[in-house]
């Protein structure tokens, strides 16, 4: 009687770089910034790159969400510095209390959310579109509100309104944590509430998910406010740190946000990506932000850099899917 001899299991590399290849890649990318430069690994530096990263995890968690609908947010940006300029002004010149001056802020934040959400959902525009309108609307009308002036001083009505982007809990700076708890929170919506469950379910099939009963028009309102909610959120922030409201702020902030989902797994197909990638997107941006610093990179070369990357992380993504 011949043995059988059991032959060894060839090891799938797929499954593997599926769950930990974006977390090796962010490694991998540490390893090389501390070679290249001693005052990476530095703890001043690495909270430097979470404080500065805070503003835009804060935007990417609204982007998510609109992407997981096969959506795009480009306002988010404006929106930004349309809200800021007008919680600011509430303050300054209106005397209006620091809480009621953040209610206006984020309340600007989801009315041009819902405006998007509105015109993608009810209206039928599709979102590029209808983002870009509201891009330019936002950009537009923050320019207007303060004929094109900052609005500074802030400080001298007390630290409130700076206390979001200016004070500290123990080492931790205060966006780290604001920016903690929004994480948490798009964790627990997106895998522990039916809601957010809805929100994958109509990204892998709308049609599907229309026949099944789901509200689809008020699940895009929702997560379209939600980002202009959050876009608001980051820009308190932002004025907090900067100590003033810029018309103009917020520039670019849209493809950080987008650069950073993306990186982090969220198909534009829709129904696919995690808020743990897309923590870890967030993160390999700011280190590539910063690390291009360091090394006293060209911005005009750090920009050829963010492209690259997000190009190549879309044929990975591919490549392993």
Known sequence: ??????????????????????????????????????????????????????INGI?????????????????????????????????????MP????????????AAAGAVNGFLVSWVNIPPFIATLGMM??????????????PITGLDSL???????????????????????????????????VPFGRFIFGLGNNEEAAYLSGLPVNRIKLFVYMAAGTLSAL???ILVG????AQPTAGEMYEFDAIAAVVVGGTSFDGGEGTVMGTLIGVLIIGIIN???????????????????????ALLLHRAIR
């Open 158 to 192: 007390g630290q409130g309104f700076r206390y979001l982007g200016t004070a500290e809990v123990g080492p931790i700076p205060m966006p780290i944590i604001v920016a903690g708890l929004v994480f948490l929170g798009g964790a627990v919506l997106l895998n522990h």
């Open 241 to 244: 740190r900067l100590n003033s």
């Open 290 to 312: 910063n690390g291009l610093n360091l090394l006293d990179v060209s911005a005009f070369y750090q920009d050829i850099t963010k492209g690259a990357v997000i190009a190549l």
């Open 98 to 109: 620091v809480l009621q001056a953040i209610g206006i802020c984020l309340l600007v934040g």
């Open 234 to 236: 980051a820009g308190i």
């Open 136 to 149: 330019t609307f936002a950009r537009g009308a923050a320019k207007f509100y303060t004929d094109g002036q």
């Open 59 to 95: 935007i990417s968690i609204g982007m998510m969400m609109v992407i997981l609908t096969r959506g795009i947010d480009l306002s988010v940006g404006s929106v930004l510095a349309l809200s800021a300029v007008i919680g600011a002004d509430m303050l300054k010149n209106e005397g």
């Open 1 to 54: 009687m011949i043995g059988t001899q059991t032959l060894p299991r060839q090891f799938n590399w797929r499954p593997f770089f599926q769950k930990y290849g974006l977390l090796m890649s962010l490694l991998l990318l540490c390893l090389a910034l501390s070679v290249a430069s001693d005052r990476f690994l530095t703890s001043d530096n690495l909270l430097n790159v979470l404080r500065q990263s805070s």
